[in-house]
């Protein structure tokens, strides 16, 4: 769809959809988030290479910002997706983008500072990214930080954006312009780099006891989506069947003694995280021997199969629980 410059309209395509990551949901913002901004945003360490967050910041910049974003993208002008942690529900930071002149997404994005250092900010943008090009079917994306912005220059390259020049890049929020870098990222170098993407056999348990509650388990700290509730299992090694491999998992995780000839395959996920594609069977398991011990530092909870959905757990999982309902 086309504005009246013959430019895409980003709110014409952006049908106010959520996106999810291993960690976050990327969403667009509503009033409710109001009082969580200025905790976030009243911060100069966090604002002040920024080009439009003004300073000091309160709820009625917060307000603003809200209606503000509601009518860039009802105008086709941009959009701005706050994020949303998994694990806890907090706003820890925003990505978005506006169209320039010729229709191209240029991204803007600022991360709280208790969540600097995490890998949130390229995770969020990587997301955001391959909606734009395999979705809405941008041809190239382009980025300009402030000369000092080190920390955002670094997320732009690993994200694979490219030097493309330098422009003056006006600060209103700072009464400034800037001399600043430019960086680009075309989507055939994305798409080359996304398809070589691997694919990973796991494969995973639904313990069900004879109440029908399934055994869901945190990932432990240090491993990625630490803290979300998944299901017991692990990567299929080299040489093993995936029946062979939740043996030896459900032993090493939870000292369970399980024979394969108990194993139910009830369904699979196929989830393309944004670094991987993960294929994951899963298997019923109703009967086996010993009591389940955390072994590498996880929680352990029985939860009714209606209840599932309550827990965060990684994106993959969600498609499982209505499998399970069928099941259990
Ligand atoms: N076990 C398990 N992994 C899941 C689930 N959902 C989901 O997205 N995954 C993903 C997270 C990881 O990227 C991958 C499993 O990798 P992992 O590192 O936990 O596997 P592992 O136990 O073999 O660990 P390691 O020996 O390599 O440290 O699958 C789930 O319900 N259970």
């Known amino acids: 769809m086309t504005n009246e410059a013959g430019c895409r309209q980003a709110g014409s395509v952006w049908a ?3 996106l999810r990551t291993a960690r976050l949901v990327l969403r667009l913002a509503t009033a409710a988030d109001v009082e969580c901004l200025p905790p976030l945003l009243d911060d100069w360490e966090v604002v002040r290479l920024t080009a439009r967050i003004p300073h000091p910041y309160g709820s009625a910049d917060a307000a603003a910002f809200v209606a ?37 997404p240029e991204l803007g994005y600022w991360i709280g500072r208790a969540y600097w250092g995490q890998g949130y900010a390229v995770e969020a943008l990587r997301r955001l990214i391959r909606h734009l090009f395999e979705t809405l079917g941008f041809a190239s994306v382009w ?8 920390g955002s220059k670094q997320v732009l390259a690993k994200l694979g954006f490219a030097p493309d020049g ?25 798409s080359a780099a996304h398809a070589a993407r691997p694919h990973l056999l796991v494969v995973a348990a639904a313990l069900v006891d004879g109440d029908g509650r399934v055994l869901m388990t945190t990932r432990p700290p240090g491993k990625t989506m630490a ?26 995780e939870l ?4 024979t394969e000839s108990c194993l139910a395959p009830v369904g699979f996920a196929s989830h393309d995280y944004d670094t991987f594609h993960l294929l994951m069977p899963l298997y019923v398991v109703r009967v086996w021997q ?10 352990l909870r029985w939860v009714r ?5 309550d827990l965060p757990m990684p994106p993959a999982d969600i498609p499982l629980v209505a499998v399970l309902r069928e099941w259990v």
Not at 68 to 95: F, K, M, N, P
Not at 143 to 150: K, R, Y
Request: hydrophobic share 35%.
């Open 16 to 18: 106010g959809h959520r």
């Open 166 to 190: 330098c422009g003056t890049c006006a600060m209103p929020a700072r009464g400034e312009s800037v001399v600043s870098p430019r960086f680009a990222l075309e989507r055939a170098k994305w």
């Open 305 to 309: 199969a209606a209840r599932l959905a």
């Open 68 to 104: 503000e974003q509601e009518s860039r993208r009802h105008s086709g002008q941009g959009v701005a997706l706050l994020l949303e942690r998994t694990i806890d529900g907090a706003v820890i930071g925003c990505v978005g983008f506006g169209l320039d002149g010729e229709g191209n």
């Open 255 to 258: 000292g369970l003694d399980v």
């Open 290 to 299: 010993g009591t389940p011990t955390p072994r590498e530092g996880q929680s």
């Open 143 to 150: 980025a300009q930080v402030h000369p000092d912005n080190l």
């Open 227 to 252: 803290g979300l509730w998944e299901f017991p299992g692990g990567k299929v090694a080299p040489g093993e069947t995936p029946e062979q491999a939740l043996v030896r998992e459900l032993e090493e």
